[in-house]
């Protein structure tokens, strides 16, 4: 049926072929000839020689069907051979399968052990990587860490196992990193400065825990591989060792060492000096270091009077004139200028000379013990607010994060601090103050006993010789 009708499709078109054709040649025979017997001898010579040419056509179609029939037998072939074999690497592959499988096998149970020591020998690489990523030899041999990630990654897969001389570089990776642990050596190299420029110095290298130069502390960066100085410096005290070292000619010195490879100097670096302290405070912590500065000016100033003070009394004492530069001399010229003076009198006048000079001996050191009062006062009040805000903190913020609440806490209780600084001084410098004033007013009191003593037995003696 369907060979009918691809038939009656070819005779269908080879008419409307030759139709077509006709009707172009009919005008043209139209336009030459002049007679009807002359346009039937033409049309006919037409039709002959429209036959060949369709002849022609027909017979290059049937050779052209052949080759397009031969060409389709040549692809049914090339199918045919490539879906065989398809089948045989399909069957083969399914067959390399089962024999890598059972190889893998076989290779497993063979290996036991050794397999197992692969394994640890990946992780001993992983966890050395790690190690020489913080390690401060790295600032002076570079480079190790690439062989360690290779070893690493190369062993990944379980089909690949570690060679004799990579192990063995393994093994010279770890016993160099042990030896340089235990040595303190000295290199040149390219250091980031805190100011960020980058000079070329002599970097220490104190085994494997710390990088010094010029009396400061370094830091080795893994990810930029560079060796940059500390921006902020730990306390004085161990800059002082650093500097030592730096400056040592072979000689052994003491240095601070930190044996965490940077975990206590970071913690160190972190920690406030005295002057943060004091900001902390705020402006309650400068009013009482105001308090305190004002109070220690005038214990300084009362120590030197007192000083001055005594030592003119203790001279006073050696001598038998009256002088009146110093308290114990003005009280001894009340009783020259009172030499007629009955003992009651003259008890009286030597009193009122006496408590003339106390308010001098005596004069600000109220103040100061105010002062050793007040301080703590302060501080406290500074405390309280500060405890204030750290709970007004809290309530915004919640208790998640500690160091928040802590912070809060240590700034509030600086003041705290500030105060009992001011006010544990005061409290010595009062008792010391008030102590030699009165030892130099009981000395005037005592001096004073004697002068009237001496005049009553003066005005004794006479009265028996009158």
């Known amino acids: 049926m369907i060979s009918f009708n691809r038939i009656t499709f070819i005779k269908s078109s080879l008419l409307s072929v030759a139709l077509s054709s006709l009707l172009v040649v009919m005008p043209t025979f139209a336009q030459e000839t002049n007679n009807l017997d002359e ?36 692809a049914q072939s090339t199918r045919d051979q490539a879906i065989a074999t398809s089948t045989r690497l399909e069957t083969q592959f399914q067959d390399n399968e089962i024999k890598l499988a059972n190889k893998t096998e076989a290779l497993t149970r063979r290996m036991g052990e050794l397999k197992e020591l692969f394994g640890v020998l990946q992780q001993v690489a992983g966890d ?44 010279f990776e770890l016993q160099r990193e042990m030896t ?40 080795y960066i893994d990810e930029t591989g560079s060796v940059a100085e500390l ?24 240095f601070a060492l930190d044996p965490t490879g940077g975990s206590i100097l970071s913690l160190l670096v972190q920690a406030p000096d005295t002057q943060e302290r004091i900001e902390q405070g705020g402006p309650v912590g400068y009013v009482i270091l105001a308090i305190g500065l004002v109070g220690l000016l005038i214990a300084l100033e009362r120590f030197v009077t007192l000083f001055l003070i005594g030592g003119k009394v203790s001279r006073q004492l050696k001598s038998d004139k009256a002088n009146s530069d110093n308290p114990l001399g003005r009280v001894m ?27 001098k001996l005596s004069s600000r050191l109220t103040l100061i013990k105010i002062i050793s009062v007040v301080a703590p006062l302060i501080g406290l009040l500074g405390t309280v607010t500060g405890m204030i805000n750290t709970f007004q903190a809290i309530t915004l913020f919640g208790t998640g994060d500690p160091k928040l609440m802590a912070g809060g806490i240590s700034q509030a209780l600086v003041t705290t601090v500030l105060g009992l600084v001011v006010a544990i001084p005061m409290v010595f410098i009062f008792t010391l103050l008030h102590t030699r004033s009165r030892s130099i007013i009981n000395l005037l009191q005592q001096q004073s006993a004697g002068i009237i003593a001496e005049r009553a037995e003066w005005t004794e003696r006479n009265e028996q010789g009158a």
């Open 39 to 74: 346009l039937l001898s033409r049309l006919k010579n037409g039709q002959i020689a429209q036959t060949k040419q369709n002849q022609a056509r027909e017979k290059e179609f049937n050779q052209k069907v052949n080759q397009q029939e031969r060409l389709l037998k040549q």
């Open 333 to 359: 010229l009340v009783k020259e200028q009172n030499p007629k003076a009955d003992t009651e009198t003259l008890e009286l006048k030597l009193s009122e000379s006496i408590l003339r000079e106390v308010p």
């Open 231 to 254: 921006i902020r410096q730990p306390s004085a005290r161990y800059l002082s060792s650093a500097q030592a070292l730096s400056s040592s000619k072979n000689e052994a010195v003491p």
């Open 180 to 219: 340089q642990s235990g040595k303190v050596h000295t290199f040149t190299r390219d250091v980031v400065m805190a100011n960020g420029e980058k000079q070329q110095t002599q970097v220490t290298r104190v085994g494997g825990f710390n990088l010094i130069a010029n009396g400061k502390y370094l830091e």
């Open 128 to 171: 050395t990587k790690s190690k020489f990523q913080t390690s401060v030899v790295s600032a002076q041999i570079a480079g190790r860490g690439e062989f360690l990630d290779e070893l690493a990654q190369s062993m990944g897969s379980s089909s690949k196992l570690a060679s004799i001389e990579e192990i063995e570089r393994l093994w």
